[in-house]
């Protein structure tokens, strides 16, 4: 099973940066997927979840009309397009799935 996180970087608050997840070694189609994120001194929160589908879709209010969750379930590939972005969302943004989790994607919004 592999999780690999892509899309990170330095971003100006109010700014857009789309997260991808590139996933392999099991079923993606039949998985519910997530991301998460953990802050420096905090610890690791869910961020967005979506079904197997994608027809099913929550976020933590804290991102909430702000963050969109995604999935391509022929290329096997999780999204999270952020907008809006602010300095409290600075964090390493992990996805999830099948029991497995990403090795992160740094986000940093500052001016």
């Known amino acids: 099973v592999q999780l690999v996180e892509s899309g990170g970087g330095l971003v100006q608050p109010g700014g857009s940066l789309t997260l991808s997840c590139a996933t392999s070694?099991?079923?993606?189609?039949?998985?519910?997927m997530s991301w998460h994120r953990q802050a420096p001194g905090k610890v690791r929160e869910w961020v967005a979840i979506?079904?197997?589908?994608?027809?099913?879709?929550d976020y933590a209010d804290s991102v909430k009309g702000r963050f969109t969750i995604s999935r391509d379930n022929v290329k096997n590939i999780l999204y999270l397009q952020m907008n809006g972005l602010k300095p409290d969302d600075t964090a390493v943004y992990y996805c999830?799935?099948?029991?497995?989790w990403g090795q992160g994607t740094q986000v940093t919004v500052s001016s």
């Open positions: 999830r799935g099948n029991g497995s």
């Open positions: 070694g099991f079923t993606f189609s039949t998985c519910a």
């Open positions: 979506i079904s197997s589908t994608g027809g099913y879709k």
